[in-house]
């Protein structure tokens, strides 16, 4: 061998062993390494991973947007519920005056016949069914007998059917699970205690009482009257009504309006264990149960409010005890349907003489408009 080459063959070999290096690593980083090859990464190449600091950011991050979307998230489901809700209270109010274009008449409130006769009785619910389409239903109610008395088994499994229709979305606890209790011998009527299927929705009967009294500033004699009339020789009337009675105006008088929580009894949208253990089988929660048709309006002084100047009772959102107030798990206030149709929210701020004179029928009061 000549001596001259010597350094050009090493620097030849020295040439293609670099050559083979960068080979081998452009393969690597291309399709990974395979058996028998040398994975030569460089420490300066792109990385397949993330470090534990970059998680623990990554994780706070949609921790965040978790905290400021779910609020948003349960405003827009309890605005669909809300939504659902006034469109179940206009349905009803549809039924009703389809039911007064049948028989020139408007359902009653509740009705109960006592000996002489047989004992028998009834409420809203019950009369609207087939205006509700539900005649399957309603053939299934023997009108002969009581509905709710034991001895119609028939009677009562009907009564116990969850019906969508009557509640509202934003109650909690499901409509097969929410049943209430019936018992009338408080009012010393001969009838077992049952338990009913739910209902959302109560007439308004009609004003009397506390808030009678601090509405007009004078005591009112029986009360004032709403739309729908309790026709009973011992608790109410003996008419019925109709839409032509309602002298105040169908557009500014209600038929019925929202009272949730059945035999649980909520003060201040706190559940009151005192008052639910004294109430316990009349709070009339269920679809139908007589007294979900009778729900004078009273006023509570029970949810910590006041109105100036003096202070007073509060009826919207302050208790759902029957004949007190109304009730809904709605911030701000509830559904009431109007005698025209029409659905409308009322706020727990609405001044009691005008809400008495939406609830009477032909009170005659001189209001402005209040807009709702």
Do not use: Q, Y
């Given at each position: 061998m000549d001596i001259g080459t010597e350094p050009m063959c090493r620097h030849v070999a020295i040439g293609e062993r670099s050559t083979e290096r960068v080979a081998m690593r452009r393969k690597t980083r291309n399709s990974g390494s395979t058996e028998g090859e040398i994975n030569l990464i460089s420490p300066w190449g792109p990385r397949t991973g993330f470090t534990l600091v970059e998680l623990l950011v990554v994780i706070a991050i949609i921790g965040m947007l978790v905290g400021l979307l779910l609020p948003a998230v349960q405003a827009a489901r309890e605005a669909a519920r809300r939504t659902d809700c006034s469109n179940r209270s206009r349905q009803l109010a549809l039924a009703i005056h389809n039911y007064h274009s049948a028989y020139r008449k408007l359902p009653r409130a509740w009705w109960l016949e006592t000996p002489p006769k047989a004992f028998n009785g009834g409420n809203w619910m019950m009369a609207i069914l087939p205006q509700l389409e539900q005649q399957g239903l309603d053939d299934r109610i023997d009108r002969s007998i009581l509905p709710v008395d034991q001895l119609s088994p028939s009677n009562v499994a009907a009564l116990q059917t969850p019906m969508s229709i009557f509640v509202c979305p934003s109650t909690p606890g499901g409509i097969e699970s929410r049943r209430y209790l019936f018992d009338s011998s408080p009012a010393g009527l001969p009838f077992t205690a049952t338990n009913l299927a739910a209902a959302d929705f109560t007439p308004t009967t009609g004003v009397r009482g506390t808030y009678a009294n601090f509405a007009y500033g004078a005591s009112l004699s029986g009360g004032r009257e709403g739309a729908l009339q309790v026709v009973s020789p011992i608790f109410g009337g003996d008419q019925d009504g109709r839409f032509a009675d309602i002298l105040d105006g169908l557009s500014h008088t209600t038929l019925f309006g929202e009272r949730t929580g059945g035999n649980v009894v909520y003060s201040a949208g706190r559940e009151d264990p005192v008052a639910t253990a004294a109430l316990i089988g009349v709070e009339g929660g269920g679809w139908g149960d007589l007294l979900n048709g009778e729900h004078w309006l009273q006023g509570s002084l029970r949810s910590g409010l006041s109105w100036p100047p003096v202070g007073g009772p509060c009826a919207i959102n302050c208790t759902n005890a029957r004949g007190f107030g109304f009730h809904s798990?709605?911030?701000?206030?509830?559904?009431?349907?109007?005698?025209?149709?029409?659905?409308?929210?009322?706020?727990?701020?609405?001044?009691?003489?005008?809400?008495?004179?939406?609830?009477?029928r032909r009170g005659r009061e001189a209001i402005a408009d209040d807009g709702i």
């Open positions: 798990f709605h911030v701000g206030g509830c559904h009431f349907a109007f005698a025209d149709g029409s659905i409308r929210f009322i706020n727990t701020s609405i001044e009691p003489r005008v809400f008495s004179s939406h609830v009477t």
